[in-house]
């Protein structure tokens, strides 16, 4: 027998042979179907050969052929859809007999042979998303620490005041110890020689030149140095 299929698009029609297929199923469903498509315009047949299908008899092989003749110039679209393996053979063979555009495809891919007959183009595959590659960081550069010599610590962002060790006064900005008889005038600071006099312990200009401040621990000029605000080792002989 030859059973309809459902919620097909306009214009197309389509059966699923069930059982053997005999000549009076071609005269009294297919024919009339076709008939009624032919008047419309162009006919567009999808036929399902399924795991029900057991095959046509010979009346019905006759039908086939005399409503390929019949309406020659009305199909325009034919989808066979089968994983019959001997149905598969025949189509391969005398495929190129049926008129209009002919395509077999495999049950599992039903609804692509209704939209291919239905003239429906196939939507386009989404484009593959770009992989999110992390941002790079760049390693921390690592510097000793003013606070505990020899330990390292991750360089400040963000420059600063150099920072004096414990007990240290919280001096703000460095100011270089003053010789004697050195002017005191604002901006006028005399270069203080590394045998200076005893000073409070403080961060002040660098008397070798190579920074911009040195640590004076009150007796005498220590290694730790600073330069725009990060610390560092510096030993000054």
């Known amino acids: 027998m030859l059973r309809p299929l459902p919620d097909l698009p306009p214009g197309v029609i389509g059966f699923e042979a069930v059982g053997e297929v005999h000549s009076d199923d071609y005269r009294d469903v297919l024919r009339p179907a076709i008939d009624v498509a032919a008047a ?35 199909f325009e679209r034919t989808a066979v859809v089968t994983d019959v393996e001997w149905v598969e053979h025949m189509v391969a063979a005398f495929g190129w007999m049926v008129p ?40 921390t550069p690592v510097v000793a620490d003013a606070t505990f010599p020899g330990s390292p610590v991750p360089e400040p962002a963000v420059a600063q005041e150099p920072v004096p060790p414990p007990g240290g006064p919280q001096t703000l900005t460095p100011t270089a110890p003053l010789a004697p008889g050195a002017d005191m005038r604002p901006g006028m600071v005399t270069p ?46």
């Open 40 to 74: 419309a315009g162009p006919v567009r047949f999808v036929y399902v050969l399924g795991a029900e299908f057991t095959g046509f008899s010979a009346g019905a092989s006759w039908q086939d052929a005399k409503l390929g003749l019949e309406h020659m110039k009305a």
């Open 100 to 139: 209009g555009s002919f395509e077999r495809f495999a049950l599992a891919d039903l609804q692509e042979a209704v939209r291919w007959a239905a003239g429906i183009e196939p939507e386009p595959e989404p484009a593959p998303e770009a992989p999110v590659v992390p941002p790079v960081v760049a390693d």
């Open 192 to 237: 203080v020689p590394p045998t200076a006099p005893a000073v409070p312990e403080q961060w002040a200009p660098d008397p070798s030149g190579r920074h911009q401040h040195r640590w004076w621990n009150g007796r005498e000029w220590t290694e730790h140095v600073a330069d725009n605000g990060a610390s560092g080792i510096d030993p000054l002989s």
